[in-house]
């Protein structure tokens, strides 16, 4: 149907309310940037399963960019309430990082042991190979 017999159906104040989307009531969402950090984002429009919005604090601010909806990591109603949330978890991120630190170097040993007994054998193959 196109745009002009459609408004001969509606009258202006419900045309206007079928073409707005609901409010959005939780437009602020946080968007995994790397591992511990995730971004505010400000979502304008929802459809099934993808968000379009921008992210305000980048220092230019683009055109609108769509994900998915498994992208974003959580929601909330205000850009405050999303940042308090990032630095929140920010700081328990940070709580795990002497662990963290423990099982690289565990990490670290198990490979040059590994690496080293797998050169040893190379080695010890290429010894026996000569007498």
Do not use: N
Not at 16 to 44: K, N, S, Y
Not at 53 to 70: A, I, K
Request: aromatic residues 10%; charged residues 30%; contains cysteine.
């Amino acid at each position: 149907m196109e745009t002009g017999s459609f408004l001969r159906y509606f009258p202006a104040t419900e045309l206007e309310e079928c073409l707005m989307t609901d409010q959005i009531e939780r437009p602020w969402a946080l968007m995994r940037h790397h591992a511990g950090w995730a971004d505010v984002f400000h979502i304008e429009k929802e459809a099934g399963d993808s968000v379009t919005g921008f992210y305000p604090d980048r220092e230019t601010v683009g055109p609108p960019v769509s994900y998915s909806v498994r992208a974003v990591l959580a929601r909330f109603p205000t850009m405050e309430a999303a940042r308090a949330a990032r630095e929140g978890a920010v700081s328990e991120w940070r709580k795990h990082d002497a662990g963290v630190q423990e099982a690289e170097e565990k990490l670290r040993a198990a490979e040059k042991a590994r690496e080293d007994a797998w050169l040893g054998c190379l080695r010890e193959a290429a010894d026996r190979s000569v007498g």
